[in-house]
């Protein structure tokens, strides 16, 4: 049957209508992908397995669906509209589903491979019935050819514009049902373009419906993004806002309030002077224990701002660099009432500048070497963040230090992450660094571990504190370094490199077992 007209004006125009639709399906399905590889790793960590299963799953339910298209053989138009607004729904929706199905069922990997199974399954059927409604007008090469560069096209172009749109602070809620609009589109043109061949009141209700119901959801997906993640957080969510690195959160109540990365938590506002001073201090203490002149301080990471109140508690620190990844962390540091109380205005000190940059990258950039480096970087909870403790990071860093530098690391935990931790202080070795491992307790976090590390032999700092501190006196300070038994180094001996990344492995597997 021949389902365009013959009319040759009208010929072109729904042709080219009809090939302009493969570039909106390949725009939106690529961006489902996305969204969902997003949304687990947020959700459950390990990135590149995310991705892997996320998309191993997708191209396998987008095969079976171009499988299964060769059982329609009637009413193509129908069915081709229905698809897509199937696909506008279930895809447009999908991130929503996925954050709430998180907070209420057990088994979250079961809904998870069924939102990527159906919505593999209708972006599989789309191009094949495209094909086949566009056939009798267009030879199989040219048709062929056409279909396919605009689908690899729209690819490109939903790929491009997840950052950008992300990067506006769009959110996974309201990127997921604005392209779920665009299948709706895609479905008005099919509805528009053949009208006279379909029951066109019954399929123009339908899709008025469904574009009603996803224009309702981008017009309330803020309220929407409130709900999913107030089921993920003890606390009432007090600032929520995605940013093209991560999705940060502060939840909290009263005066007390928590920061989430990606889900994970940085800090407890309750206790978060434990962590900080003994990430901070020690390596402070140590350097001025052998030179008691000025000094300079880079702090990677920690764009929170707590690092750095420690270090400008020291009247003889002239100048410190921040380098954090995330912009809007920085800007968030320097303007939210609750941060800058907790870090006492830190980031406006006249002795702070802050780059906004990847550490990895931005050290290379650096040509005066610091005296003390604090580096408070996530957990390598996955690859991206595997690399700032490679052994090739820290062979970098070298670049920036003079031989009498003090470098503090925070390292995850010696008692829940063993392995992990140290595998780290063996990178360090490995890079041919002096270390110091020490630990404290945080009640947030359990007992956490740091490792101090130079180039030249390390002596712990042994003086009295010289500035006003909450948890860290002299005695503690010297406790920090003892290690019960079952803290201690396993037998097996780890380095990260770029190559391996066996740190990210070993970290995920040691929070696998302490959680079990």
């Avoid at 399905?29 to 590889?37: F, K, T």
């Avoid at 990471?301 to 954090?324: F, P, Q, T, V």
């Amino acid at each position: 049957m021949n389902f365009l007209q013959h009319d040759p004006k009208k010929i072109s125009i729904r042709k080219l209508l009809l090939l302009a639709s493969a570039f909106f399906i390949a725009a939106s399905g690529l961006v489902y992908e996305l969204i969902v590889g997003a949304l687990s790793s947020y959700l459950l960590g390990d990135s590149v397995t995310q991705f892997s299963l996320t998309i191993g799953i997708y191209m396998f339910a987008m095969g079976l669906g171009s499988y299964l298209s060769r059982f329609l053989v009637k009413r193509l138009v129908e069915n081709f509209i229905l698809m897509e607004l199937s696909l506008g729904l279930i895809g447009g929706f999908a991130a929503f589903f996925l954050f709430i199905s998180f907070s209420y069922v057990g088994n979250f990997h079961i809904v998870l491979f069924l939102v990527l199974t159906m919505t593999g399954v209708l972006v599989g059927l789309e191009i094949p019935i495209l094909i086949r409604i566009l056939k009798q007008n267009l030879s199989l090469r040219e048709l062929v050819a056409k279909v396919l560069a605009l689908d690899y096209l729209g690819a490109l172009a939903g790929a491009l514009s997840v950052p950008f749109l992300l990067g506006l602070q769009t959110g996974l809620i309201r990127l997921s049902l604005i392209f779920g609009l665009l299948n709706i589109f895609v479905a008005w043109l099919g509805i528009v373009l053949f009208r006279k061949r379909i029951h066109y009141r019954f399929y123009s209700l339908l899709a008025f419906f469904c574009t009603l119901l996803v224009l309702w959801g981008i017009l309330f997906s803020k309220k929407l993004e409130r709900i999913s993640e107030s089921k993920l957080y003890a606390d009432p969510v007090i600032f929520a806002k995605q940013t093209p690195y991560q999705r940060i959160v502060l939840t909290g109540k009263s005066n007390h309030f928590t920061l989430f990365l990606n889900s994970h938590l940085q800090f407890d506002s309750a206790d978060e002077y434990r962590y900080h001073e003994a990430l901070v201090h020690p390596a402070v203490l140590s350097f001025l224990q052998a030179s008691e002149k000025k000094f300079t301080a880079l702090v990677l990471g920690g764009g929170d701002g707590l690092a750095m109140r420690e270090l400008l508690k020291y009247k003889n620190l002239s100048k410190a660099l921040l380098i954090d990844l995330d912009p809007e962390m920085t800007h968030l540091a320097k303007a939210n009432p609750l941060l800058r109380k907790q870090n006492n205005n830190a980031l406006h000190d006249k002795r702070v500048s802050i780059l906004n940059a990847d550490a990895f990258v931005a050290i290379d950039e650096i040509h005066k070497p610091y005296d003390v480096v604090i580096i408070d970087f996530p957990d390598p909870s996955n690859y991206s963040l595997g690399k700032l403790y490679s052994k090739q990071m820290f062979l970098k860093l070298k670049k920036i230090l003079k031989p009498q530098s003090i470098i503090s690391i925070q390292s995850t935990s010696p008692l829940f992450a063993r392995r992990s931790f140290w595998c780290i202080v063996d990178t360090l070795k490995a890079a041919g660094y002096s270390t110091k491992p020490y630990h404290a307790y945080v009640p947030s976090f359990g007992e956490w571990g740091f490792v101090m590390f130079s180039l030249k032999p390390i002596q712990v700092p042994l003086a009295p504190l010289p500035i006003k501190t909450k948890f860290l006196n002299q005695t503690t300070l010297a406790n920090l370094f003892e290690f019960p038994l079952d803290m201690q180094r396993p037998k097996q001996r780890h380095v990260q490199t770029l190559n391996s990344q066996i740190l990210v492995r070993l970290y995920n597997e040691d929070w696998e077992e302490a959680v079990r």
